[in-house]
């Protein structure tokens, strides 16, 4: 899954409306973001299969501590309790953003084929329900997800300025793009070039804390 992560991260600024939208990527986003840094580590492992599946050509080789189940659950409690401390944040956000990091996990088990490990032991069972491997299915469930994501946080705010409308825009533009070339594109030369160019993710949560700095909340 890709911009259907970010659904959540839009989507969460109504009920977390103190939380800039930059965090919340970087909560909906956490996995991916910390998947690349480990595979170019040499921690996680990552090929590539061309007809693995119908979307994706990547074979998630080993990728326990960015997403098995226990990962997930361990980053969202660490993610929470951090920000909490930091930001001196209520309970509430804090259970928001626990949820919102462990949401990653639940729309990837719903799209990989069962590769999403339990555990981070390598025995660990496998998960997937393998909606990759309908290109339609795909799109529709992702960009469904990402229009509800979008119009809920386009409620919950309002553009200060022009760069809160622009910045905003531009984002959901730029988001479709990648998500468009990454279906449609060639696939990868290899795995380490997948996780060089998934670098790059951490660009969108910048844009992220951009876009919140030019948009006030809407009181609901
Ligand atoms: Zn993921």
Known sequence: MFIGHFAVGFAAKRVAPSVSLGTLFLACQFADLLWPVLVIAGIERVGVQPGLTVVTPLDFIYYPFSHSLVAAAAWALLFAA????????ALRTGIVLALVVVSHWVLDALTHRPDMPL?????????????????????????????????LYTRATRALDRIGRLALWSLVAFLLVIYAANLFGPPPPSGMAAAWSALAMWLLVAWGYWVDRHRAVVRV
């Not at 951090?82 to 944040?89: C, D, K, P």
């Not at 025995?123 to 469930?141: D, F, H, K, Q, Y």
């Open 119 to 151: 555990t981070v032991s390598a025995e660990s069972a496998r998960v997937g329900l393998g909606l990759w491997n309908s290109l339609p299915g795909t799109i529709a469930v992702e960009l469904l997800l990402f229009g509800a994501g979008l119009w």
């Open 82 to 89: 951090a920000y909490s401390r930091l930001r001196n944040a």
